[in-house]
């Protein structure tokens, strides 16, 4: 548990640190086609989100987690990992109840996709390159977050 601005007491969940850093972990090379390309925030009507101090690290984890989907798409990666499928567990675990959370990491997940879409269309050295280095990044942000956060 930790202790928020406004003297709440939020869990950090753990399956941040099972869904997220497992996702970042002996990825095999590139060789087959992945699925969807981007994740929909859900409609639901919930409480007012509550800030927690790791926003920003997830949000940026969000980013990269789009970044990770579009490269290994594009270079057709052989590792079934879904990284859409890890976004949406990610956001089913930190802001299933809370819509303007869920939508905030779900804008940062698209946008790191659309970044790379913007740059690549043809999977090339620079782009595997980019690819193992968000990542790297990745799974550092995941360990930060869990080891600091984590309960």
């Known amino acids: 548990m930790i202790r928020v601005s406004n003297g709440a007491m939020i869990p950090v969940r753990r399956v941040l640190l099972l869904v997220v850093l497992g996702a970042f972990t002996a990825l095999p090379t590139f060789a087959s086609a992945q699925g969807p390309t981007t994740v929909a925030p859900d ?21 990269v987690l789009g970044s990770v989907h579009y490269l290994r798409t594009l270079c057709k990666a052989e590792s079934g990992e ?4 890890r976004m949406q567990q990610l956001l089913d675990s930190e802001a299933k109840d ?15 996709y659309r970044a790379f879409a ?6 090339t050295p620079a782009a595997i390159m980019a690819e193992e280095r968000y990542r790297n990044e990745g799974a550092t942000l995941a360990t930060e977050i869990t080891s600091r956060f984590g309960n």
């Open 118 to 123: 913007s740059v690549y269309t043809d999977c």
């Open 43 to 63: 409609e639901t009507v919930a409480p007012k989100a509550v800030a927690v101090p790791y926003d920003d690290k997830l949000t940026r984890l969000s980013e």
């Open 82 to 85: 879904e990284w859409r499928v």
């Open 98 to 112: 809370e819509p303007a959370r869920k939508e905030k990491l779900t804008a940062a997940f698209n946008r790191g």
